[in-house]
């Protein structure tokens, strides 16, 4: 079977790249209309039978993607995502599209990922846009006004996730920046959860933040640890554990997911949190390279679509990973705490001077301000009609929610009828 084949090489990949691994088109028509695709084929209507994408694969010669994944092993709890995905496109292609599956980028790290995606060395992979502003300066744009969206651990975060994707898609100057650089945007914001701070010592006030060094990873990061008090520097990933063990940084502004993964708790386990407007949020993509763009139609679209399956997984990730993080930030005696009053007007002047500049800029649109709150608005009806609610604040999350009985479908097959499939391979 194609998925016991899939996991026969995830355990080969991962015991081959374990020395690597300690060391992490247009909207409407994404990749249909590539002139080198040449007879590309037809299609199949999303949300098809199996039996009918049967019938339009029939005849297509068998291919391989490369897909670097997000997670930086496959024995990471972000894997699941990245394996859901593999499995889908492997099943509902019946083993025609075969998906081989990398972890921890080994053959092209985060500074060369275009080039790779480009010339073919690389089909599909996660990449961090938000590092080359020069070059994804809608992207860095839409970063810079994720304080606006709202921070609350578990329909909160269904909503901000939503409201990017949805602005992210429908932005002329996001896709036209992929396209320029001949990239194709399967998930061109990949779920993002809430940033939290974590610091080796506690203190939440602009007194404690003042002359900390903490790590950043956007420029609206920057400009906030500044106004804090703070000084920026920016780290990989990679090397921010070893920074925070020995105290060249005093803090960083990180997901909870790839703080759980890089086991940031043991050295610093005091979190920060704002419990109203978030931080500011990082995200990544996930792109596809020429390869994917000379495929048939329906091949594109069975990779385009197997995403959705993925986001079954991933979304179930983000809520668990807040309320785990506060576990192991107390099991490792730190300070759970809100940032003090004087730090959240800091990072409200922040969040209303970062949206004044996007609106000035026009990359977003000019009035990407009014447009950003009518999809908040509307996503938040969304998610209290699909039944998601909160049961309870951040630090309480122990006493309400289970990650067992949390079905994130229901929302991410929302999200892709209303939003996503409008964007398929044609």
Same mark, same amino acid.
């Given at each position: ?26 909207? +409407? ?13 037809? +299609? ?7 039996? %009918? ?14 897909? /670097?994944? #997000? ?9 699941? #995502? ?17 998906? %081989? ?15 790779? @995606? ?16 020069? @070059? ?10 994720? #304080?606006? @969206? ?54 939440? #006030? ?38 925070? /063990? ?37 995200? +990544? ?86 447009? @950003?709150? %009518? ?52």
């Amino acid at each position: 079977m194609a998925t016991s084949s899939l996991r026969a090489r995830l355990t080969t990949a991962g015991t081959a790249l374990a020395s690597v691994l300690a060391l992490a088109g247009c909207a +409407g028509s994404v990749g249909g209309d590539d002139a080198s695709a040449g007879d590309s084929g037809d +299609g199949f209507a999303y949300g098809a039978s199996q039996e %009918e994408v049967d019938a339009a694969i029939e005849g297509l010669d068998p291919v391989e993607i490369v897909f /670097q994944a #997000s997670a930086a092993s496959p024995n990471s709890e972000i894997a699941t #995502s990245n394996i859901a995905f593999a499995e889908e496109v492997e099943r509902r292609s019946g083993g025609q599209i075969d998906v %081989e599956v990398l972890y921890g980028h080994p053959i092209a790290g985060y500074d060369e990922v275009y080039d790779a @995606l480009v010339d073919g060395r690389v089909d599909i992979s996660y990449t961090n846009p938000i590092y080359d502003p020069d @070059l994804f300066d809608g992207f860095d744009a839409l970063t810079s006004i994720t #304080s606006s @969206l709202p921070e609350s651990p578990m329909a909160g975060e269904l909503v901000a996730i939503a409201a990017l994707t949805e602005t992210a898609w429908n932005s002329e100057e996001i896709m036209g920046d992929f396209e320029a650089e001949g990239l194709v945007p399967l998930v061109p914001v990949n779920p993002p959860g809430a940033y939290f701070s974590l610091c080796n010592e506690p203190g939440n #006030s602009l007194p404690d933040w003042k002359g900390r060094q903490v790590r950043i990873g956007s420029t609206v990061h920057s400009d906030l640890v500044s106004a804090m008090g703070g000084t920026p520097v920016s780290l990989e990933y990679v090397e921010t554990y070893e920074a925070l /063990q020995r105290k060249t940084i005093d803090c960083t502004m990180i997901v909870m997911s790839a703080a759980l993964e890089a086991g940031y708790f043991d050295i610093a386990p005091n979190l920060q949190y704002t419990g109203g407007m978030a931080l500011p949020r990082n995200f +990544g993509a996930m792109l596809a390279g020429s390869k994917y763009q000379s495929l048939p139609t329906a091949y594109q679209q069975i990779i385009f679509d197997a995403w959705q399956v993925s986001h079954y997984e991933g979304l179930v990730r983000v809520p668990t990973d807040n309320m785990n993080a506060v576990k192991q930030a107390r099991a490792a005696g730190g300070e759970v705490a809100p940032f003090g009053d004087d730090v959240l007007e800091t990072i409200e002047t922040n969040r209303e001077d970062a949206m004044a500049k996007a609106v000035d800029g026009g990359l977003l649109g000019e009035d990407i301000d009014t447009e @950003l709150a %009518e999809t908040i608005e509307k996503w938040q009806g969304i998610v209290s009609e699909l039944g998601y609610e909160d049961g309870g604040s951040l630090t309480e999350m122990e006493d309400w929610f289970d990650p067992e009985t949390f079905d994130a479908k229901p929302f991410v097959d929302r999200l892709y009828a209303e939003v996503v499939s409008k964007h398929r391979p044609s």
